[in-house]
Structure formats: structure tokens, C-alpha cells
């Protein structure tokens, strides 16, 4: 579902009304219309909550992803064996404080050998597992914070990570594979994972490498994120359980609803599963005499199983401007301010310029890149007919890939925005098959190494690629988000500055930049 946006303009108009009716009345009018704002701000307040929410685990897959698949190339590369300890520890230890959330990374053969590497304790616990044929060898060591061994125990197993619920899977695509929650076998947490497979050239076998998340922490990130001191943040699934992190006396588990300790959960849940279609939207109940809006969104929208729930009660939203006074004229004075503080609270929490990044539906792609085109070029839609090829020369160039990347580097530093791959400036769809890429992986390895080479892997979690087949050509999307920190384009020795300026990007020299970073929100 895309985000309900809000201009200037419309504010500015509701504004108006709101004053007009505020002074050709005062009892019935003025409590109809609270009414009306108190459930308009309400939904507003929800679906912005739950969407925060769900950007957190976003936030997170979209990191975990690129570090998954930078991992790959290495074993690609042949850079990875488990039959090298040390030499593997060295590797991964540092995406460990790359990626906070990151509780453990396995590698996994089709044979059954195995190495994996986790949190225990106070450091690290590494299990390199080798099939002997006649038995399976478990050879378990013990790192300190130094990333130094401390203990070391060979053991027979049993365990086998074919028959985790991540390999298989991983085996049968080409993308990378996320799991639904399910208790970790090592530790018995409940978390999610990560995995894709690579083939490995000295045997031609294949291998599978897995990122472990605890849902724990996950949940710990999206509490953070409550919008008031009485919300409440829960993580539900399709086959009506709840998920309840650790404690001293409990371990993380999904429990039936019906086994929930909270009577508002029930409720809720109640009200929100009842309907034969299970979908994201804004629900309110009244519970213990208090008003509580809720908001559901689903972690993974294509299979919708596991679902963030946000409950908010109404009185930390909308304050006391649902309360009436007993006599007419402080209701009258009480409603004019409340709407006032209202206005000028929607002005700044909304007031910033509508942007495209709604625009794509994911579920709709093709009628959403034909709205984008009909809609033209603007300051967040962008479009360049190719993405390495120059048309007039008829051979690859490097200035035709730089100059799709200074706009993808001014949305980044601006409020974001679409740029659209194989269509041309006057809305002609023109297909990347006039890149002559040999596939389609191809094409998104290559756009992915450009990332990485002139604006940074590390900023590739607020930049999407994907590609839309239509009408028998293809076209490239590249959905940008707002970035937190200032992004620059590297071109050999020289970074570059940009910005949006009305349907263009245009570079700012050094002193207009750093003053730009400097009051940049």
C-alpha cells in the first residue's frame, strides 16, 4: 500500500475550511469536524508508524543483502573454504560489526561440510563440520572479543545443514532467499535467515552461505521506534501466533493467541483477523473505556505470513482534543486551538514536498512505470534511455553510466526519487536491450558494481534495482530514498556533488556543498 502523501497545498486548503467552519458555528460542526480530524490524524499517525516500522526491517534486509552478496563474490572467487578456519574467521569477523543485527553466518556445501560462526556469550563460537564418510566430525571453537581461540572440542554430530530450512531453497534460486521465522537448532532462538548459493569452480559443487537474525533484536530495533511512551509494537503471524521475546523465564517463541497475556492483543487481533482477506490497514477498539488505533503491514509483502503490528491509544495521538468542556464557549475556544496546534503540527510533520517514491507498486509494475511516464520528468523522476550503451557512437561509455549515477547521487541527497533505465527523455520506451547485456544478471551485476565503484556499497541500502519486462522490452527501476548521510560521486580522483533542482541534478562546487551538508535535515 502506498504511503498517503501530503503537499503544501492541500494543507494549506484544510486549513482554510477547517477556519471557515470553525467560525460559522460553534457546538454540532465544531464536534463533527473534530471527529472527522481526530480519525483522519489518527490513521495518518498509524499508517506513518507501521510504516516506520516495517522501513526498520527494511532498513536491514536491504543492508544484509548486499554484505550476503558480497560474501558470494568471494566465494566466487574461491576466497572461501571451510576447511580453513583461521583464514575464514578473518573474513567474517568484520561483518559482524558491519551488520549489528547479524547474529551468525553459515557456509554450507552440498556434501554436508559445513562452518558456521555465531554469538555466544561474551564473543564468538565457530562449528566446522566435516563428513568423513562413516561419521560427521563437529570441531567447536571459542572466541574471545579479540577474535583470539580460547577453547576448542571435537565432537561427533548429527547435525546436517541440508536439512535446514534455508539451504534447500537457496539451491532453487538465483536471488537471495529469507526464511520465515523458525527456531535456530544451536541455540533454540527463534530468528530468520538469509541465504543464496554460489557455485564453487575447483569441484563444481554447490554451496550455500546464510546470514542469521534473531527476531529478538529485531524487535528490540522496531520497540525503539514505538511512537509514544503507550504504544505498543507486536510481531504477529498468519497462523494466528504471537511471537514473545526472551526473558529470564521464557524463551522466544510464537505462542497462539489465545495463549497472549495481554486482553487488548486479543482484541485487536480479533477484529483484524476476522476478515476473510487479510490486509494492511487501520483498525481502531475501544478497549478499558480508551480508544486504540492499530496498524498491521507484513514484514515480506509478496507472501504476507508474518505481519508488524502497531497499537497507539488516541489520547497519546490527539492529546486532550478529543475532550469537550462542559460549557459552550470554552468548547468553541478548546476547538479553535486544538485545530490551530493540529494545523500547525501536520505542517511540519507533513509539509515537505510530495515525492515519487509511492509512485512504483511492486504488485503493478507496469501500469505504475506508465504513470511515471505520462507524469514526465520532474524533480524525482528521471529518465535515460540506456545504461552503459551511447547511442550516437554505438558502444559502451563511461560518461552515459556517470550521468545516470549524478542523478541517482542527487536524489540521494535530495528527497529521492525514480530513475527509469531504457526510456528516453520524451517517454519512449526504449528497453535496456539496447545495452547488450548477456543476461539479465549480467545487467544487475553490472549495475551493482557501478554502485559500489563510484557512490559506495555501503549506500546501496537506499538504492532498488529492478527490471520490468514491457511490451517485449525491459525497463530498469531505480527506486532512491533520502540518504541520512551526504553521498558523492567518485570519478577517479574527483568526488562530485549533487542535487535536485527541478527535473535536473546539478553539482554544487565545494563551498555550496558543505553549506548545503551543513543545514541539510
Known amino acids: 500500500m502506498p504511503k498517503k502523501k501530503w503537499t503544501s497545498r492541500r494543507i494549506a486548503r484544510d486549513i482554510v475550511i477547517l477556519l471557515v467552519v470553525l467560525s460559522t458555528a460553534v457546538i454540532a460542526p465544531v464536534a463533527y469536524l473534530a471527529s472527522q480530524v481526530r480519525q483522519d490524524i489518527s490513521e495518518e499517525f498509524i499508517q506513518n508508524a507501521t510504516s516506520q516500522a516495517v522501513s526498520q526491517f527494511l532498513t536491514m534486509s536491504g543492508s544484509m543483502e548486499a554484505t550476503l552478496g558480497l560474501v558470494r563474490d568471494w566465494g566466487s572467487s574461491e576466497a572461501l573454504s571451510t576447511a580453513k578456519t583461521d583464514a575464514l574467521t578473518r573474513l567474517l569477523f568484520p561483518i559482524f560489526g558491519r551488520e549489528k543485527l547479524l547474529d551468525g553466518i553459515s557456509i554450507a556445501d ?20 566435516s563428513d568423513s564418510g562413516t561419521r560427521r566430525i563437529s570441531e567447536i571453537t571459542d572466541w574471545n572479543e579479540e577474535f583470539q581461540p580460547s577453547a576448542q572440542i571435537s565432537t561427533n554430530t548429527l547435525y546436517d545443514p541440508r536439512n535446514r530450512p534455508w539451504f534447500a531453497p537457496a539451491l532453487a534460486t538465483d536471488e537471495i532467499f529469507w526464511t520465515e521465522p523458525y527456531t535456530f537448532l544451536t541455540t533454540g532462538d527463534v530468528g530468520i535467515t538469509a541465504s543464496m548459493s554460489y557455485l564453487r569452480k575447483k569441484d563444481n559443487k554447490q554451496v550455500v552461505i546464510a546470514f542469521d537474525v534473531l527476531v529478538d533484536d529485531l524487535f528490540e530495533q522496531m520497540q525503539r521506534l514505538a511512537p509514544s511512551d503507550n504504544s505498543l509494537i507486536y510481531i504477529f503471524r498468519r497462523d494466528a501466533s504471537l511471537y514473545v521475546p526472551k526473558s529470564e523465564s521464557l524463551q522466544a517463541a510464537f505462542v497462539p493467541i489465545g495463549d497472549a497475556g495481554s486482553d487488548l492483543v486479543r482484541k485487536v487481533h480479533s477484529s483484524w483477523f476476522g476478515d476473510q482477506e487479510i490486509i494492511d490497514r487501520v483498525i481502531s477498539v475501544v478497549h478499558e473505556g480508551q480508544l486504540w488505533w492499530c496498524g498491521f503491514r507484513p514484514l515480506d509483502p509478496d507472501r504476507k505470513t508474518t505481519w508488524i503490528a502497531v497499537m497507539v491509544p488516541e489520547r497519546d495521538i490527539l492529546g486532550h482534543a478529543g475532550q469537550r468542556s462542559k460549557r459552550l464557549w470554552f468548547i468553541g475556544l478548546a476547538s479553535v486551538l486544538v485545530a490551530t496546534g493540529l494545523a500547525v503540527w ?79 527523455d520524451d517517454g519512449e520506451i526504449t528497453g535496456l536491450e539496447r545495452d547488450v547485456f548477456e543476461n539479465d544478471d549480467k545487467c544487475r551485476l553490472h549495475f551493482k558494481n557501478l554502485i559500489a565503484k563510484h557512490i559506495g556499497a555501503d549506500l546501496s541500502k537506499y538504492i532498488r534495482f529492478i527490471m520490468v519486462p514491457m511490451a517485449g522490452k525491459t525497463v530498469g527501476v531505480v527506486r532512491c530514498d533520502r540518504a541520512s548521510e551526504p553521498v558523492f560521486v567518485k570519478d577517479g580522483n574527483k568526488e562530485h556533488f549533487y542535487i535536485r533542482n527541478g527535473p535536473s541534478s546539478d553539482e554544487l562546487p565545494v563551498s555550496q556543498a558543505l553549506n548545503y551538508i551543513k543545514h541539510r535535515e
Open 110 to 129: 552440498i556434501d554436508g561440510n559445513s562452518f558456521r560462526i555465531y554469538h555466544a556469550d561474551e564473543g564468538y563460537r565457530s562449528n566446522r563440520i
Open 346 to 424: 501536520m505542517v511540519r510533520r507533513y509539509g515537505r514536498p510530495n515525492d515519487a517514491s509511492g509512485a512504483f507498486d511492486r504488485e503493478h509494475p507496469e501500469e505504475s512505470i506508465r504513470a511515471i511516464i505520462a507524469s514526465g520528468e520532474s524533480r524525482y523522476v528521471e529518465f535515460k534511455s540506456t545504461m552503459r550503451m551511447n547511442l550516437h557512437t554505438e558502444k559502451p561509455g563511461k560518461e552515459i553510466e556517470m550521468a545516470w549515477m549524478k542523478g541517482v547521487a542527487a536524489f540521494l541527497n535530495t528527497d529521492g526519487g525514480i530513475l527509469l533505465l531504457g526510456v528516453t
